[in-house]
C-alpha cells in the first residue's frame, strides 16, 4: 500500500481491533466507535477498492481497507433465490446496471405438501465452512470474522411466496409449520458446525420480522415457530461469549425485551422512519448494544457526503457516549449509495468517534 | 340490526371467519336490512378498524390480507345475488409500481382494501414506466392514481412519474398518492404528490378523506 495518508480522509491509518467491538458490547467506551455494517453490495466493494472482488483475498482487503475490525460472512440459506434456485425469483435492476435478485412475492415454489417433498432440499453438507476457515487464515491483525446466520422466517415466505405464506398462516396451515422446522432444523446445522468449527467473533441474525408498522405475524406465531431457533444459536453465543445481534428491518420495538430473553445483546439496523434510537438507549440501557441508524435513504443514498457526516456527528453524539453503539447505515450499503457518501460515513467515524465523546 | 361490531369480530374469528360473516349477513338480510346498509354500516367500518389495528401494530398482515380476501369475496356475493352495483359510490384509482421496481405486497395490500372499500381500481402492475400511467389515465379517467415504490432508486423515478402526471394533469383532476417502504410524507410533499400513505390501509383512508368521506 503505497497510497498517501491524510489524517481523517480515507485511504487513513487502520488500526483493525476486534477489542473495539468487544468493549463496545460491555458497554465501555474503547478508543473509537467502531463501524457496524454488516453487508456493502458487491458494486460497492468493487468502486470502493477499484478492482473487482471475486476472491475471499479481496473481500478481506475491502472490509480492513474500509475501516472495519470485522469480516462478515453469511452462512446458510440467505435469499432462496440465490442458494437454491431462481425459478420463482424475479430481478429488479437499479441505475448502475447491477441486478438485485427477489423472490416471488405470490406464488413460491413451496405451496402444497407435494410441492414440499418434491424439493430439492439442501443438506448441512451443502455449505461447506472452508470458505470460514480461508477467511480466518487471511485476517489482517486484529480483526475477526463475523458470521451472518439466522434466517428462518425470510427463507419460509421466500419458498412459499409471500401472500400463499400470509394466507397458509392466517388458515394455520400444518404446510408452514412444516417448513419453519425443516428450515430451523437445516439452518442450525449449518450454524452450529460453523461456530463449533472456526472462531466467530459475533453473530449477525438476518431474519427480517417486521414492517414500517410492526411485525408482519402475530408475536405467538413467533413465539412458537421462529424464536426457538433464534435461542438455541443464542445459546451457543452466550457460551463462547459472543455479541449475538438481531437484524430486522422494520418496527421490531414490540418484541424487544423478548428478543433479550432470546439471548440478543444487540439490534441492527433500527430504521429511523420507525424506531426511535434515543428512546431505546434510554430504556434498555445496558442490556442492548446498537448498530446502524445512519438512514440509508436520506443522506447515504439522496443526500451529500456533508449530509452524511453532519448525521454521523449527531448519533455520534447523542449514542456513543458510554460505548454500546457501532455506526452503520440503517440497512446495508447498497449499489446506490454513491461512494462518496459510503466513505463520508467511514471518514466521519473516524473524525468524530474518538472517545471519550465531547462533540 | 346491522352490528359492525360483530362484523369486526367475526373477520378476526380463529376457526371459520367467512362462515361466521355470511351468518351474520343472511341474519341481517333476514331481518330485512338493504345490502348497501349492510355493507356502509357493518362490513366497512369492521374492515376500516381492521386496518387501524394493523397501522397501530395490534394487527398483522395475514389478518390484514385474509380480512380482505373474505370482504371482496362478500361484495361480489351480494352483488350477484341483489344485483346491486355500488361501483358508483366511490371513485377509480390506477395503481402501479414504478420501473426499475417489481414490489407486488404493498401495492396489492392497498389495491385489495381499496376495491374492499368500494373504489374501483385498476391495477396496472409493476415496473410501470411513466408513459403507461399516462396511457392508463387515458382510458380509466381515474380519481386516484397510486405509485408505489421498494428501492431508493424508484424513488427517483417516482418523482418523474408524478413530475408527468402533473405537468398533462392541467385541471388538476387527478390526486396523485405515494407510497412505499421508503418514502416518506416530506418525500411525497417535495415530490409534489397530493396524498402520502404510511401504509395500505392509510394509503385508502387519505384516498377517502380526500373524497370527504369519513371512517
Same mark, same amino acid.
Given at each position: 500500500?503505497?497510497?498517501?495518508?491524510?489524517?481523517?480522509?480515507?485511504?487513513?491509518?487502520?488500526?483493525?481491533?476486534?477489542?473495539?467491538?468487544?468493549?463496545?458490547?460491555?458497554?465501555?467506551?474503547?478508543?473509537?466507535?467502531?463501524?457496524?455494517?454488516?453487508?456493502?453490495?458487491?458494486?460497492?466493494?468493487?468502486?470502493?477498492?477499484?478492482?473487482?472482488?471475486?476472491?475471499?483475498?479481496?473481500?478481506?482487503?475491502?472490509?480492513?481497507?474500509?475501516?472495519?475490525?470485522?469480516?462478515?460472512?453469511?452462512?446458510?440459506?440467505?435469499?432462496?433465490?440465490?442458494?437454491?434456485?431462481?425459478?420463482?425469483?424475479?430481478?429488479?435492476?437499479?441505475?448502475?446496471?447491477?441486478?438485485?435478485?427477489?423472490?416471488?412475492?405470490?406464488?413460491?415454489?413451496?405451496?402444497?405438501?407435494?410441492?414440499?417433498?418434491?424439493?430439492?432440499?439442501?443438506?448441512?453438507?451443502?455449505?461447506?465452512?472452508?470458505?470460514?476457515?480461508?477467511?480466518?487464515?487471511?485476517?489482517?491483525?486484529?480483526?475477526?470474522?463475523?458470521?451472518?446466520?439466522?434466517?428462518?422466517?425470510?427463507?419460509?415466505?421466500?419458498?412459499?411466496?409471500?401472500?400463499?405464506?400470509?394466507?397458509?398462516?392466517?388458515?394455520?396451515?400444518?404446510?408452514?409449520?412444516?417448513?419453519?422446522?425443516?428450515?430451523?432444523?437445516?439452518?442450525?446445522?449449518?450454524?452450529?458446525?460453523?461456530?463449533?468449527?472456526?472462531?466467530?467473533?459475533?453473530?449477525?441474525?438476518?431474519?427480517?420480522?417486521?414492517?414500517?408498522?410492526?411485525?408482519?405475524?402475530?408475536?405467538?406465531?413467533?413465539?412458537?415457530?421462529?424464536?426457538?431457533?433464534?435461542?438455541?444459536?443464542?445459546?451457543?453465543?452466550?457460551?463462547?461469549?459472543?455479541?449475538?445481534?438481531?437484524?430486522?428491518?422494520?418496527?421490531?420495538?414490540?418484541?424487544?425485551?423478548?428478543?433479550?430473553?432470546?439471548?440478543?445483546?444487540?439490534?441492527?439496523?433500527?430504521?429511523?422512519?420507525?424506531?426511535? $434510537? +434515543? =428512546? !431505546?438507549?434510554?430504556?434498555? %440501557?445496558?442490556?442492548?448494544?446498537?448498530?446502524?441508524? #445512519?438512514?440509508?435513504?436520506? @443522506?447515504?443514498?439522496?443526500?451529500?457526503?456533508?449530509?452524511?457526516?453532519?448525521?454521523?456527528?449527531?448519533? $455520534? +453524539? =447523542? !449514542?456513543?457516549?458510554?460505548? %454500546?453503539?457501532?455506526?452503520?447505515?440503517?440497512?446495508? #450499503?447498497?449499489?446506490?449509495? @454513491?461512494?462518496?457518501?459510503?466513505?463520508?460515513?467511514?471518514?466521519?467515524?473516524?473524525?468524530?468517534?474518538?472517545?471519550?465523546?465531547?462533540? | 340490526?346491522?352490528?359492525?361490531?360483530?362484523?369486526?369480530?367475526?373477520?378476526?374469528?380463529?376457526?371459520?371467519?367467512?362462515?361466521?360473516?355470511?351468518?351474520?349477513?343472511?341474519?341481517?338480510?333476514?331481518?330485512?336490512?338493504?345490502?348497501?346498509?349492510?355493507?356502509?354500516?357493518?362490513?366497512?367500518?369492521?374492515?376500516?378498524?381492521?386496518?387501524?389495528?394493523?397501522?397501530?401494530?395490534?394487527?398483522?398482515?395475514?389478518?390484514?390480507?385474509?380480512?380482505?380476501?373474505?370482504?371482496?369475496?362478500?361484495?361480489?356475493?351480494?352483488?350477484?345475488?341483489?344485483?346491486?352495483?355500488?361501483?358508483?359510490?366511490?371513485?377509480?384509482?390506477?395503481?402501479?409500481?414504478?420501473?426499475?421496481?417489481?414490489?407486488?405486497?404493498?401495492?396489492?395490500?392497498?389495491?385489495?382494501?381499496?376495491?374492499?372499500?368500494?373504489?374501483?381500481?385498476?391495477?396496472?402492475?409493476?415496473?410501470?414506466?411513466?408513459?403507461?400511467?399516462?396511457?392508463?389515465?387515458?382510458?380509466?379517467?381515474?380519481?386516484?392514481?397510486?405509485?408505489?415504490?421498494?428501492?431508493?432508486?424508484?424513488?427517483?423515478?417516482?418523482?418523474?412519474?408524478?413530475?408527468?402526471?402533473?405537468?398533462?394533469?392541467?385541471?388538476?383532476?387527478?390526486?396523485?398518492?405515494?407510497?412505499?417502504?421508503?418514502?416518506?410524507?416530506?418525500?411525497?410533499?417535495?415530490?409534489?404528490?397530493?396524498?402520502?400513505?404510511?401504509?395500505?390501509?392509510?394509503?385508502?383512508?387519505?384516498?377517502?378523506?380526500?373524497?370527504?368521506?369519513?371512517?
Amino acid at each position: 500500500m503505497n497510497e498517501k495518508i491524510v489524517k481523517g480522509r480515507l485511504p487513513m491509518k487502520l488500526n483493525p481491533d476486534f477489542n473495539r467491538v468487544i468493549a463496545t458490547f460491555n458497554h465501555e467506551e474503547p478508543d473509537r466507535v467502531p463501524l457496524g455494517d454488516f453487508a456493502v453490495d458487491k458494486e460497492k466493494k468493487e468502486e470502493f477498492l477499484g478492482k473487482p472482488v471475486n476472491d475471499l483475498q479481496t473481500e478481506v482487503e475491502f472490509w480492513y481497507k474500509a475501516g472495519f475490525d470485522f469480516v462478515p460472512m453469511f452462512a446458510g440459506i440467505l435469499e432462496p433465490a440465490k442458494s437454491i434456485g431462481k425459478t420463482a425469483f424475479s430481478k429488479d435492476e437499479d441505475k448502475e446496471g447491477g441486478v438485485r435478485e427477489w423472490a416471488d412475492e405470490k406464488k413460491g415454489l413451496i405451496t402444497t405438501d407435494a410441492e414440499f417433498e418434491r424439493f430439492n432440499w439442501p443438506t448441512p453438507e451443502d455449505y461447506p465452512i472452508d470458505k470460514y476457515k480461508e477467511v480466518q487464515s487471511l485476517l489482517p491483525q486484529g480483526m475477526k470474522l463475523c458470521v451472518t446466520m439466522g434466517k428462518i422466517y425470510t427463507p419460509a415466505w421466500m419458498l412459499m411466496g409471500a401472500e400463499t405464506f400470509f394466507m397458509a398462516v392466517r388458515e394455520k396451515s400444518p404446510l408452514v409449520e412444516k417448513l419453519l422446522d425443516r428450515i430451523g432444523r437445516l439452518q442450525f446445522a449449518i450454524y452450529e458446525r460453523i461456530l463449533e468449527s472456526c472462531d466467530v467473533g459475533a453473530v449477525l441474525s438476518s431474519d427480517d420480522i417486521a414492517h414500517n408498522a410492526g411485525l408482519f405475524v402475530k408475536p405467538d406465531f413467533l413465539r412458537k415457530h421462529v424464536f426457538p431457533w433464534y435461542k438455541k444459536t443464542g445459546d451457543i453465543c452466550r457460551d463462547k461469549k459472543i455479541p449475538y445481534v438481531c437484524h430486522s428491518d422494520g418496527k421490531m420495538t414490540d418484541v424487544l425485551d423478548e428478543l433479550i430473553e432470546l439471548g440478543f445483546n444487540g439490534i441492527h439496523p433500527i430504521q429511523p422512519n420507525v424506531m426511535d $434510537i +434515543k =428512546e !431505546i438507549k434510554e430504556k434498555y %440501557g445496558k442490556k442492548l448494544t446498537l448498530l446502524g441508524n #445512519i438512514n440509508l435513504e436520506f @443522506p447515504l443514498s439522496l443526500g451529500t457526503p456533508e449530509d452524511v457526516r453532519e448525521e454521523v456527528r449527531i448519533r $455520534i +453524539k =447523542e !449514542i456513543a457516549p458510554g460505548g %454500546g453503539y457501532l455506526v452503520s447505515s440503517s440497512n446495508s #450499503i447498497t449499489s446506490y449509495v @454513491p461512494i462518496e457518501n459510503f466513505k463520508a460515513m467511514i471518514e466521519a467515524v473516524f473524525e468524530f468517534g474518538n472517545y471519550p465523546i465531547n462533540l | 340490526m346491522i352490528d359492525s361490531d360483530e362484523y369486526f369480530k367475526s373477520f378476526l374469528d380463529e376457526d371459520n371467519p367467512k362462515a361466521r360473516i355470511m351468518e351474520t349477513l343472511q341474519k341481517n338480510l333476514s331481518e330485512g336490512e338493504e345490502p348497501f346498509h349492510i355493507i356502509q354500516k357493518g362490513l366497512i367500518p369492521a374492515l376500516d378498524r381492521i386496518g387501524d389495528q394493523f397501522s397501530q401494530g395490534k394487527l398483522y398482515i395475514p389478518e390484514l390480507i385474509h380480512s380482505g380476501k373474505i370482504m371482496k369475496e362478500c361484495l361480489e356475493w351480494l352483488k350477484s345475488s341483489f344485483k346491486f352495483d355500488r361501483e358508483q359510490t366511490l371513485g377509480t384509482i390506477v395503481l402501479g409500481t414504478v420501473k426499475g421496481d417489481l414490489h407486488d405486497i404493498g401495492k396489492n395490500l392497498v389495491g385489495m382494501i381499496a376495491e374492499a372499500s368500494g373504489f374501483k381500481v385498476v391495477d396496472i402492475g409493476i415496473d410501470i414506466p411513466s408513459e403507461k400511467f399516462l396511457e392508463a389515465i387515458q382510458t380509466y379517467k381515474p380519481e386516484f392514481v397510486g405509485l408505489s415504490a421498494l428501492l431508493t432508486t424508484t424513488m427517483l423515478e417516482m418523482k418523474k412519474t408524478v413530475g408527468l402526471i402533473k405537468e398533462k394533469d392541467v385541471k388538476d383532476k387527478i390526486k396523485v398518492i405515494v407510497g412505499g417502504a421508503p418514502v416518506t410524507e416530506q418525500f411525497a410533499e417535495k415530490i409534489g404528490a397530493d396524498l402520502f400513505g404510511k401504509d395500505a390501509v392509510d394509503g385508502v383512508m387519505k384516498m377517502k378523506g380526500a373524497m370527504g368521506i369519513k371512517s
